[in-house]
């Protein structure tokens, strides 16, 4: 089966810990997105990467960090630096990087995984 | 700064009855949007979509439309059911260059009764 796992599905940390969130996808897809999700707000972006060993600031990457060593794998590391870490994270990719001349529809179409809930205890 | 609004935040109707969710954005310059769904606790499914040069899309009992000009799509849903109670989303992508960045609205939860 294709698709996108993360794993663990719930994580707890403890204040000063760093916690790290997994990503895997087996789509094949060059980018890849962490979203976080808080009740009434929506989902913000965090970090993306759209290509391997190259990545790139949200709206909010304050107190986070990421890597992108493989194309399958984009983990996310919540630091002890950020200050309100308790919501539900995503993980994305996307299916097509070239221009609107590709043909075969949908292209840049972005798929979820089934997310990581983060409790700071 | 764009900006995706969905209207109403809850909405709650009969079983079969037709209905239409709202999603407006404030810079028509988009390069698609997407409508998901998502049911508690869950991760997003996307549903439809829509490149900018289109005006609709259909899965089923699904049919989105995109309005640029106006900076609205509407999410329609044929002869609901309670299956598809959960929240529906839609997420607008600004351009080609933004790295298939999405902004998205705030969601409007959905509840069909049997």
């Known amino acids: 089966d294709g698709g996108i796992t993360q794993s663990p599905k719930y994580l707890f940390r403890k204040e000063g810990q760093n916690v790290t969130l997994s990503c895997e996808q087996n789509?094949?897809?060059?980018?890849m997105y962490w979203y976080r999700q808080d009740p009434g707000q929506g989902l913000r972006l965090i970090y993306y990467?759209?290509?391997?060993?190259?990545?790139q600031k949200g709206d909010i990457a304050e107190g986070y960090s990421v890597s992108r060593e493989k194309k399958e794998s984009f983990p996310l590391t919540v630091t002890s630096a950020q200050k309100n870490p308790t919501a539900f994270y995503l993980c994305?990719?996307?299916?097509?990087?070239?221009?609107?001349?590709?043909?075969?529809?949908?292209?840049?179409?972005?798929?979820f995984g089934p997310g990581t809930r983060l409790t700071v205890l | 700064k764009q900006e995706v609004t969905q209207i109403p935040a809850a909405l709650s109707v009969p079983e079969g009855e037709n209905l239409v969710l709202n999603c407006s954005f404030t810079d028509s310059a988009i390069y698609n949007l997407q409508w998901f769904r998502q049911d508690p606790g869950k991760g997003l499914t996307s549903l439809l979509l829509?490149?900018?040069?289109?005006r609709e899309q259909t899965s089923g009992r699904l049919n989105a439309s995109l309005d640029k000009s106006s900076g609205r799509s509407t999410l329609y849903i044929a002869a609901s059911q309670p299956g598809d109670s959960a929240t529906y989303l839609c997420a607008v992508r600004k351009g080609y260059n933004q790295g298939g960045k999405l902004i998205f609205g705030q969601g409007t939860e959905l509840s069909v009764k049997p």
């Open positions: 829509i490149q900018s040069s289109q």
């Open positions: 789509l094949n897809h060059d980018a």
């Open positions: 994305a990719s996307r299916t097509g990087t070239g221009g609107a001349g590709l043909a075969g529809p949908p292209y840049n179409e972005q798929f």
């Open positions: 990467s759209q290509i391997v060993n190259d990545f």
